[in-house]
């Protein structure tokens, strides 16, 4: 129920110029916050110089630090436990964002969803279960955590980026998410960071501002 979904707050920064255009949101990862991911968004401002960047902080602290926040909790891993704790957290998010547009005037199709580990399961999840396709989504360190698919699903773009020395996300989640997506007939690219851990380095930020830089300049 709407009344029983948690107000999210977080950073943000605004356009250069006038009233914003487009959204671009930004979704922190495990035990991180908002503050922690909205600096993506003075790498890409010149890009898109018509966006606002949302970074909100994740609706329940984490259970593993008194300082960050989570999406859903990770005490397993196990795909049906993930799936239902996806399920819990999507309502708050998707009020976020229906809030964020309506009040700026815009729709789904102004909006970019990106996301870090945590973060990008919870883009991706929402993404391809909104009633309307945003224009794109990009996943840095994550993975596709989904049940059955019913053929309704959004297809929105999709760039996945994801190092190959991940630590934490094992980096065959990638492959999996793109041959997933494929299969739900989803436009899916992906990027392989070389000798890269669980983060975002300089090249993913730069090859995601450009695949931002494309989607919301045919907007």
């Not at 922190?28 to 908002?34: D, E, I, K, L």
């Not at 008194?66 to 998707?94: D, K, R």
Request: overall charge negative.
């Amino acid at each position: 129920m709407v009344n029983e979904t948690a107000v999210l707050t977080g950073p943000s920064l605004v356009p250069r110029h006038g009233q914003a255009k487009q959204l671009v949101l930004l979704l922190h990862g495990y035990g991180a916050n908002g503050d922690d991911l909205v600096e993506l968004g003075h790498h890409w401002a010149s890009l898109v110089p018509d966006a606002e960047f949302l970074a909100p902080h994740a609706p329940f602290p984490c259970e593993m630090t008194t300082l960050g926040y989570q999406w859903f909790s990770l005490t397993s891993w196990h795909p049906q436990f993930l799936l239902e704790q996806i399920h819990s957290s999507v309502p708050h998010l998707n009020k976020f964002i229906d809030e964020s547009l309506e009040s700026r005037g815009l729709t789904d199709e102004n909006l970019m969803i990106v996301g870090f580990s945590q973060g990008a399961m919870m883009a991706l999840y929402t993404a391809l279960t909104r009633p309307l396709t945003c224009a794109g989504v990009i996943g840095y360190s994550g993975a596709l955590i989904y049940g059955e698919t019913t053929g309704q699903e959004s297809q929105p773009p999709v760039f996945l980026i994801h190092g190959d020395a991940d630590e934490v996300v094992p980096y065959a989640s990638m492959d999996e998410a793109q041959k997933r997506l494929t299969a739900m007939q989803v436009p899916v690219q992906t990027y392989t960071c070389p000798a890269f851990g669980h983060g975002i380095n300089q090249e993913g930020i730069e090859l995601g501002g450009r695949f931002l830089r494309e989607r919301l300049s045919k907007r």
